[in-house]
């Protein structure tokens, strides 16, 4: 087989057809450098995005912790990731969130 695979972004080209990226990335990765950086940049957005739509709702009323019974209330939660870490499971204690990031560290 051959070394290294394709990078799984698309490019965009001017008539507005996409085409996949022809990066060459090591194993263990699934997008180069610049796919990479537009996944991160995108989900940044969004990630900053929720928050703010959250903060609105906590800074009206406290809301519970997405896993356990605290209050969340002033700006001191995180936006929790279910275990895929693609959707969100809503607002989270500080310490549920970085339980569940330990927990998933330690099962893979
Ligand atoms: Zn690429
Ligand atoms: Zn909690």
Same mark, same amino acid.
């Not at 085409?19 to 450098?33: F, L, N, Q």
């Not at 796919?35 to 991160?40: D, E, S, V, W």
């Given at each position: 087989?051959?070394?290294?695979?394709?990078?799984?972004?698309?490019?965009?080209?001017?008539?507005?057809?996409?085409?996949?990226?022809?990066?060459?990335?090591?194993?263990?990765?699934?997008?180069?450098?610049?796919?990479?950086? #537009?996944?991160?940049?995108?989900?940044?957005?969004?990630?900053?995005?929720?928050?703010?739509?959250? #903060?609105?709702?906590?800074?009206?009323?406290?809301?519970?912790?997405?896993?356990?019974?605290?209050?969340?209330?002033?700006?001191?939660?995180?936006?929790?990731?279910?275990?895929?870490?693609?959707?969100?499971?809503?607002?989270?204690?500080?310490?549920?969130?970085?339980?569940?990031?330990?927990?998933?560290?330690? #099962?893979?």
């Amino acid at each position: 087989m051959s070394a290294g695979r394709r990078c799984a972004g698309r490019l965009m080209e001017r008539d507005g057809r996409s085409r996949a990226c022809p990066e060459i990335i090591p194993a263990g990765i699934s997008y180069c450098r610049v796919h990479y950086g #537009q996944k991160r940049a995108k989900y940044g957005a969004d990630h900053r995005r929720r928050r703010r739509d959250y #903060q609105g709702r906590i800074n009206h009323a406290p809301i519970k912790c997405a896993s356990c019974p605290t209050m969340l209330t002033g700006t001191d939660w995180d936006l929790g990731h279910d275990d895929d870490g693609q959707n969100y499971v809503g607002p989270q204690c500080r310490p549920c969130n970085r339980r569940d990031g330990a927990n998933k560290l330690n #099962q893979r």
